[in-house]
């Protein structure tokens, strides 16, 4: 089939406005990319919130402005020196904040090595859910590059061997455990040998998190002392050294902080220790704290990315690395506006959104 000259794509024309459809060109691989037709593509709580101030001052450098980081779909055309991947292999990718590279669209350009092929028993719909998430996970604990300053806890990946043994039996705990994020942070707790594995969660959400490997859920609806007195009696005296925070609020934030045992690792969402309370950037008692930009494109996240997609496909073939439950919106490309409302308002819970591109009339 041959390559169409224009695609449906989601665009911002200027700041504090909503999406619109419109078209534009497709745009073509460079050397060591490929091209990818784009069949779904999932939103995160950052695709409303870079529309308004202050993420979209941070992060928006021009106008138009394409969203989208999660996406899945078959690569159609390969550019020059690609030889990791062929035409027609379905894959899974994140997204770049850049026009050509971004996923609110139905074709866009990759780089090779950020690909991950999808195995016969995951949907492209629940593929679209991992990128983003997975990789805020892996850049905040596992990134060794010195570039990375604070930006990781430099924790030892998980598929290594040493990753695999060095944390078993060492309690984790992780605030907002239904989230995207929470879901991927509890299964890489899991892969890690951690136990027990305590989260946060509202209730209705607890056999889904037990199904991903916690072996705990506490009402994330109780107070933080409540919470901590809770935790307490899950731990048994053991001291907590891990906590992974999935949401950047400042509430969630203080009950990980406050958990943590001291000398202990608090791995957060936040890109920025500004984007925090200073009593949290600043937790005493030796205990640390981490930040991400959680995108494998950066190059001081580039062969940790690499690393992490490799990992990607075997993963989901051994059932190892479950996606998230996917609820699909209507209308494509034209439905993510109503999407993105449902979860500026919260009204979103244990579920990613996905939309479906080439569905855009």
Known sequence: MAIPTTQKTLL???ESTPYVVV?????????KEVLVQIFACALNPVDHAIAHPPLSRMFIKSYPFVPGNDGAGVIVELGAGVTNAKKGDKVVFQGDWIATEATCQQYAVVPAELTAIIPDNITFEQAATIPLALATNVM??????PAAENASLRLKPVWEAEGATA?????????????S???FSIQLARLAGHNPIIATASLHNAPLLKSLGATHVIDRSLSKEASLAELAVVLGGKPLEYVFVALLDAEALRLGR???APGGALATVSPTPQRIPEDIANPGEGK???YVFGSPRPPHNR????ALYKQITGWLEKGLLKPNPVEVLPNGLAGINEGLARLRENKVSGTKLVARPQETL
């Open 140 to 145: 905040s604990l596992y990134n060794q590059s």
């Open 12 to 14: 911002l024309r200027e």
């Open 288 to 290: 640390r704290i981490s």
């Open 181 to 183: 994020v929470g879901q």
């Open 167 to 179: 944390y078993a039996g060492t309690p984790a705990f992780i605030v907002a455990g239904a989230t």
């Open 303 to 306: 062969d940790i990315g690499v």
């Open 258 to 260: 406050d958990a943590l």
């Open 23 to 31: 078209e534009t060109p497709v745009p073509r691989p460079g050397p």
